[in-house]
T-cell receptor
Framework: AQSVTQLDSHVSVSEGTPVLLRCNYSSSYSPSLFWYVQHPNKGLQLLLKYTSAATLVKGINGFEAEFKKSETSFHLTKPSAHMSDAAEYFCVVSSPDSNYQLIWGAGTKLIIKP | DTAVSQTPKYLVTQMGNDKSIKCEQNLGHDTMYWYKQDSKKFLKIMFSYNNKELIINETVPNRFSPKSPDKAHLNLHINSLELGDSAVYFC??????????FGSGTQLSVL
């Protein structure tokens, strides 16, 4: 069965320091993987997606994620956090396991300290 | 020029009432969705329509009835509202089954 696990419900970093949001997935097939961001009182926005091309995927706002098949991970990173990055981040997986429906992680709340 | 717009943004109502949430997209997408985000932030798909045809109908009480008058609109009607229906409901659209464009959400509070 397909699943996605975001390992941290909250991550707190200081402004200007690196960000790491962890995501592990399980899938019998090569999945498509996504990160979505939800800012307070706003809809969700696609940050980046992996669909079997380059394993290092660059997204908007300086975020990137690396697909590691051996570790079944798709962690989201950013070299330097900005106050505007404070939001909820969702890791999402899609594959033939679920008939290509999107399976959502529980979300990680990113808190940026000044 | 909002891509996916849903109204109202906030909806406060009493148990037992019937209410509707409207959604419209101007992206020319063929597929529209309703998602429910609960208090633990889990997002669960409720319905999906492709060209006005229902293609996904997850285990949702039949008090919830989606209506798609045309492919740019997907409204959600809820009968006999219950406390457990309180959540944020998101409308979304896509041209494929992958990249979704979301509305800003409707926060439903049932008292």
């Amino acid at each position: 069965a397909q699943s996605v696990t975001q390992l941290d419900s909250h991550v707190s970093v200081s402004e200007g320091t690196p960000v790491l949001l962890r995501c592990n997935y399980s899938s019998s097939y090569s999945p498509s993987l996504f990160w979505y961001v939800q800012h307070p009182n706003k809809g969700l926005q696609l940050l980046l997606k992996y669909t079997s091309a380059a394993t290092l995927v660059k997204g908007i706002n300086g975020f990137e994620a690396e697909f590691k098949k051996s570790e079944t991970s798709f962690h989201l990173t950013k070299p330097s956090a900005h106050m505007s990055d404070a939001a909820e981040y969702f890791c999402v997986v899609s594959s033939p396991d679920s008939n290509y429906q999107l399976i959502w992680g529980a979300g990680t709340k990113l808190i940026i300290k000044p | 020029d909002t891509a996916v717009s849903q109204t109202p943004k906030y909806l406060v109502t009493q148990m037992g009432n019937d209410k509707s949430i409207k959604c419209e997209q101007n992206l020319g997408h063929d597929t529209m969705y309703w998602y429910k985000q609960d208090s633990k932030k889990f997002l669960k798909i409720m319905f999906s329509y492709n060209n006005k045809e229902l293609i996904i109908n997850e285990t949702v009480p039949n008090r919830f009835s989606p209506k798609s008058p045309d492919k740019a609109h997907l409204n959600l009607h809820i009968n006999s509202l219950e406390l457990g229906d309180s959540a944020v409901y998101f409308c979304a659209s896509s041209q494929t089954n992958e990249k979704l464009f979301f509305g800003s959400g409707t926060q439903l509070s049932v008292l």
